[in-house]
């Protein structure tokens, strides 16, 4: 299997169409894009320490992109090393600066100034590190990142390397970490119940008392929150709930996406310290019998998968490429759907905010063979935390999947069933989702559900809705599993 790119100049020019440029998203927080060209070298037989010492020699690659979409990195599976160097401002010198990577393919370590930050494990969602007491302000730093694409998993291709974005942040000492918001209507009250939930961040060595200010366009008068964020907290809490008239608001469907932006500024003795903005959508997406639900109005869905596998962009794909899909996908009736089988790129999640079409998101866990598909895992639990997190925000995503076909290797096709591993994996892990969004449905996606599935071996109580892969006789499938576990709503 190859993939081909004509010239690095093509990846570049790719890679540099996406970007955004070095202008603050929000008031209180500068970006540094280090997007662009990189050092690039594979490295399966080179000691680590001779590569950071540079003394091999070095191609280059476009970041954000991935190796394996180059002709003479095709097949290549292992190590690679990407380097590049880059600049602070002066003016940072007070602030506490990180390097942020949207998604590395699939273990990483990354190196600034020759120290080693971290590894991350994990290859499609965001991480980052704080190199404050690390760069130099008067000199270039040198940045260098392992990626090794050897962990494979699915029915799809292991793309290789740094395949999004790449930024150098800069924040004052306490910031807003993140911020989730939930808009759900009540259509027997007719009222909108709101909660804001505030995770924030204390890199000072005092406790800091501070007061946050939300506000969203169209909906006035949002009480302010206080609180004190004590020294060297990383993730300190703070909410408010509040509620709204329903004939006051805009509701988010599928043929009227309409979106809120929910905009925070925390102050620290009335003075502005951080702003963040996070777009929203008003919604209810629920289970009611065995119908779906959006709006009190009940719905028949229709989806298709769209794996991110592409010959010429790997699974850095360009916005024009998502959205020449998504419409063609919504075109053919397609409203609903588990797209992938990992979590979703930032501008798929954005075009289907802003144009109507409801998503399942997964974290990659798969098959006979998975090894992650076990209770008490701190890896599942780590990916599902981070993909909640990232994209709690977005109106789109109306459900969570925890899995995708597990099975045991013993019985015959026509026979399978979950292992008693993988029964509790599920379980287990839909409770774990619970506890992070209560405002969404979950699921489990199921090839045994028709095969020797049956309660107490298949995940049917704790999940909102059954998915279900067919692979021909879908009639007789949907007749198999609708007796087996009736009364919820069927997907395929």
């Given at each position: 299997m190859?993939?081909?790119?004509f ?13 955004k440029k ?11 894009s280090?997007?662009g060209?990189?050092?690039f070298?594979?490295?399966n037989n ?15 690659l476009a ?21 590049r160097?880059?600049s602070?401002p002066?003016e ?6 990180r ?10 370590k990354v ?12 290859g ?10 690390i760069?130099?302000f ?6 260098v990142?392992m ?9 799809w ?9 790449v ?8 910031r ?9 209507p009540?259509f027997d009250?007719?009222e909108?119940?709101f909660?804001?939930?505030?995770v ?16 969203v366009?169209g ?6 929150v206080e ?6 907290v990383?993730?300190h809490?703070?909410?408010?709930s509040?509620?709204?008239?329903l004939?006051?608001?805009?509701l988010?469907?599928y ?7 929910l ?21 209810k997406?629920e289970?009611k ?5 959006l ?13 991110h ?9 360009p916005?024009?490429?998502?959205e020449?899909?998504?419409?063609d ?8 759907s588990?797209l992938?089988h990992a979590p979703?790129a930032?501008n798929?999640?954005?075009f ?7 998503l399942?998101?997964?974290i990659?866990v798969?098959g006979d ?12 639990k780590?990916w599902?935390?981070?993909?909640i ?7 789109s995503v109306?459900?969570w ?22 029964y509790?994996?599920?379980n ?11 405002t ?5 996606v199921?090839?045994t ?5 049956e ?5 049917y ?12 006789h879908?009639?007789?499938?949907l ?14």
């Open positions: 190859k993939f081909y790119l010239s690095l100049i093509t990846l570049a020019v790719t890679c540099l169409s996406c970007q070095n202008t603050p998203i929000d008031t209180n927080e500068a970006h540094i280090l997007n060209v990189w050092n070298k594979t490295a080179i000691a680590e320490n001779e590569i950071l010492a540079g003394k091999s020699q070095w191609d280059t970041v954000p992109s991935n190796w394996d979409t180059r002709k003479r990195y095709s097949e290549y599976v292992g190590k690679g090393y990407y380097k160097s880059f602070v002066s940072w010198e007070n602030k506490q600066i390097i942020h990577f949207d998604a590395v393919y699939q273990t990483s190196w600034v100034n020759g120290t080693l930050l971290g590894e991350h494990f994990d499609y969602l965001p991480f980052e590190y704080n190199i404050s007491d760069v130099s008067d000199k270039p730093n040198e940045v990142v990626a090794d694409n050897t962990y494979k998993r699915g029915a291709w292991p793309w290789g390397g740094i395949s999004r974005e930024t150098i942040k800069a924040n004052n000492d306490v807003i970490l993140r911020q989730h918001i939930s808009a759900i009540d009250t007719k909108v119940q909660s804001i939930k505030y924030l961040e204390n890199n000072s060595s005092k406790s800091t008392k501070i007061m946050l200010q939300p506000s366009e909906i006035p008068n949002i009480d302010a609180t004190k964020v004590p020294a060297g990383t993730e809490e703070a909410s408010i509040f509620t709204r008239k004939s006051d608001v805009k988010w469907h043929e009227s996406p309409n979106l809120y932006t905009q925070s500024t925390l102050l620290i003795d009335g003075v502005t310290n951080d702003v963040a903005n996070d777009r929203f959508g008003i919604r997406f289970v019998g065995d119908q779906f639900f709006n009190n109005k009940p719905e028949r869905l229709n989806g298709v998968n769209r794996v596998d592409h010959p010429k962009y790997g699974n850095t794909e916005d024009v490429l998502v020449k899909d998504m419409k996908i919504i075109s053919l009736g397609c409203r609903f588990r992938m979703l930032k798929i999640l954005e289907c905010d802003e144009n109507g079409f409801l399942v998101e997964e990659p798969w063979d998975d090894e992650q598909s076990h209770p008490n895992n701190p890896i599942t780590k599902m935390k981070d993909l997190n990232r994209d709690y925000n977005h109106p109306v459900a999947s925890v899995g995708n076909e597990l099975r045991g290797k013993g019985p015959k096709w026509g026979k399978q069933h979950l292992t008693e591993d993988q509790n994996y599920v287990e892990t839909i409770d774990y989702v619970s506890t992070l969004d209560s969404r449905l979950k699921t489990y199921s090839n559900s028709y095969q020797g599935g309660i107490g071996k298949e995940p109580e704790k999940v909102d809705f059954l998915c279900v892969n067919s692979y021909g879908a009639l007789k499938i007749d198999k599993v609708r007796t087996r576990f009736p009364g919820k709503p069927i997907f395929f």
